[in-house]
């Protein structure tokens, strides 16, 4: 088995530098909690966010938060600054002085309770429209007239189906205290406490708070998105499952951008392997992604005596030995396999890369497939030249370059994509595999960029408790943890940090058609074997495989996730 190490320092998205993950926050925050185990009584729902609440205060919070959503929702645009510039600001954490201080602070600027009209609704504040009106106007978050598309968000909690119940009670808060009578509410007597349970309406307004918030931080108003993202760890609290999960991690990237606190270039990229193996186990997606890519490669290398694989992205090498195995049973007898892996440096300068590379050897000498590995370890791709990477003629050998969520975090590097566009028509393959998530998060306008991402990554959320492990496996939270960094990647970071700028097939085709690629139908038995695939996981109803123009994508119910497509050189480009 043959193998280069080859070092390049030229930047990029793989630094391996250390990051600033939750994983530390969360250890944080647990070291701060067993400091205050002995003082007792808080509510646990609050606590895991943060919050100091203590049971026997929380019907005083609920009240206090009301009268504040009140309050603020008559509030003049002028009245909300002369709050975050004049109140004292309490430790956020305590949430019951938080609120009565933001209450004084309020109700020293002089407000009646008395709804005012909006004489300009261009210069309508979003906090008022979405933090607050009075009852008349809460009930337009059940409507289809926000300005925010809610049927985008999946699951009922953040566009309810109407009902009648719900159309007659609509205009009213609906709060269950101790001595409740409500008979759809049920609260064992051990447990009962105020709390809101009208989860729908605060599901609707805590998508609305997040929206609000991202549009504060747009429009560089940061005392606002100070006081909304503060605000979202209360309404995440009310709810569960997948909404609550993808509203904590958007409000933690949110926090971030505010208070300036950012990620660093990526965890370590060893880190980051394990938590994709994880998200490999939970969900189809990169199986899916595997898999469609391994039936277009192997369609290339029919009747080709010597093949060679260039690997954007080898990671632990998982896609290949699927691959290997298909060509072992290829009749005739395989061909000659040769796979060129690139990957990050690690930051403790092991060689994970020959690790792969030897597990390979081993399957492939029990199978009987001739086999040759080199590994690269680079920062970026856009490091790499052809020449380094051994390509023989055409006629020598049947070249494939396969590229699964990598191609994307190049747009963050000036020239980067055109780079690797170059270095790939130089190489002269037969095949090119792309895997990208089918969304726009490269939008040079931040609330575009969060709108995109927080009805993408709702998805991807609800398709992970889809999978209906209760309670969720090691492999689910690890999943969450891998899909949290990337929403703080997109929401916290501008610039050369922010690598998560995932496009849309549309978008990759343009690219790819102006560079002299055509595309490759990936055919309807590519199809149909996915849509098996599909069949082996739980809650695999939920999951849809769909034909786009020749390429394949995965989504969830309607929303399509992620897409694979293929390529070759354009004869215009062989004949040059």
């Known amino acids: 088995m043959k193998r280069d190490h080859q070092h390049s320092y030229g930047g990029g998205s793989g630094s391996g530098k ?306 290997m195995q298909a060509l072992a049973l290829r009749p005739g007898g395989p061909p000659a396999f040769r796979l060129t892996g690139i990957g990050p440096p690690q930051p403790d300068n092991t060689d994970a890369l020959q690790q792969v590379g030897w597990k390979l050897a081993q399957l492939a000498d029990t199978i009987g497939v001739e086999f040759e590995f080199r590994g690269f370890v680079c920062n970026s791709l856009a490091d790499l030249e052809p020449d380094m990477l051994d390509i023989r003629p055409p006629e020598v050998e049947t070249v494939a370059v396969n590229s699964v969520f990598e191609l994307h975090r190049l747009l963050a590097r000036p020239g980067g994509i055109e780079k690797v566009v170059s270095s790939i028509k130089a190489m002269r393959p037969k095949i090119i595999t792309i895997v990208e998530q089918e969304a726009n998060h490269n939008s040079p306008v931040f609330l575009d960029r969060f709108t995109e991402a927080l009805h993408y990554y709702s998805s991807l959320f609800d398709s992970l408790e889809g999978s209906g492990l209760t309670p969720p496996s090691q492999d689910q939270v690890m999943s969450e943890v891998y899909l949290g960094r990337q929403i703080c990647n997109i929401v916290a970071c501008e610039g050369t940090d922010r690598n998560e700028r995932h496009e849309t097939l549309t978008q990759w085709r343009t690219r790819l058609g102006s560079a002299g690629f055509d595309p490759v139908h990936l055919g309807s038995n590519a199809y149909k074997q996915a849509s098996m695939l599909l069949a082996l996981f739980a809650g695999g109803d939920g999951y849809r495989v769909e034909e786009n123009n020749g390429c394949l994508m995965l989504g969830w119910h309607t929303r399509p996730l992620i897409a694979t497509s293929a390529w070759q050189l354009a004869k215009s480009t062989l004949v040059s």
Not at 81 to 99: C, I
Not at 132 to 148: C, M, P, V
Not at 204 to 216: F, S, W
Not at 279 to 291: D, I, N, S
Request: aromatic content about 8%; proline content about 4%; glycine content about 6%.
């Open 18 to 323: 250390g990051d600033y993950s939750s994983s530390t926050g969360n250890a944080n925050k647990a070291k701060m909690w067993e400091e205050e185990q002995d003082t007792g009584g808080m509510d646990e729902l609050l606590e895991v966010l943060g919050y100091k609440v203590r049971s026997s205060e929380m019907a005083d919070v609920a009240q206090k938060l009301e009268q504040l959503e009140m309050v603020m929702g008559t509030a003049q645009e002028d009245g909300i600054s002369h709050l975050a510039t004049d109140t004292v600001h309490y430790n956020p954490s305590d949430v019951s002085g938080w609120v009565q201080s933001m209450l004084e602070g309020l109700n020293n600027t002089g407000f009646d309770s008395q709804a005012r009209p909006i004489q300009d609704p261009a210069e309508s504040s979003t906090v008022n429209s979405i933090l607050g009106q009075q009852t008349s106007n809460q009930s337009r978050i059940f409507n289809d007239d926000s300005e925010y598309d809610l049927r985008a968000i999946p699951g009922s909690a953040a566009y309810p189906q109407p009902d009648s119940e719900t159309e007659n009670n609509r205009n009213k808060r609906m709060r269950v205290e101790i001595n409740t009578t409500n008979t759809n509410t049920i609260i064992p007597t051990e447990l009962a406490r105020p709390v809101v349970v009208d989860s729908q309406e605060t599901g609707v307004q805590l998508v609305h708070t997040l929206m609000a918030c991202a549009e504060a931080i747009q429009q560089e108003n940061l005392k606002v998105a100070d006081a909304l993202v503060k605000h979202i760890g209360l309404l995440a609290a009310a709810q569960a499952g997948a909404m609550r999960k993808v509203a904590t991690y958007f409000a933690e990237a949110l926090a971030r951008r505010i208070y300036r606190i950012y990620p660093q270039d990526c965890l370590d990229s060893s880190y980051n392997d394990i938590l994709q193996m994880h998200f490999y186990e939970t969900c189809p997606y990169l199986k899916f992604a595997h898999f469609t890519a391994n039936q277009a490669i192997l369609e290339a290398f029919n009747n080709a005596n010597r093949v060679h694989v260039v690997d954007f992205s080898l990671k632990q090498g998982m896609q290949w030995p699927a691959l």
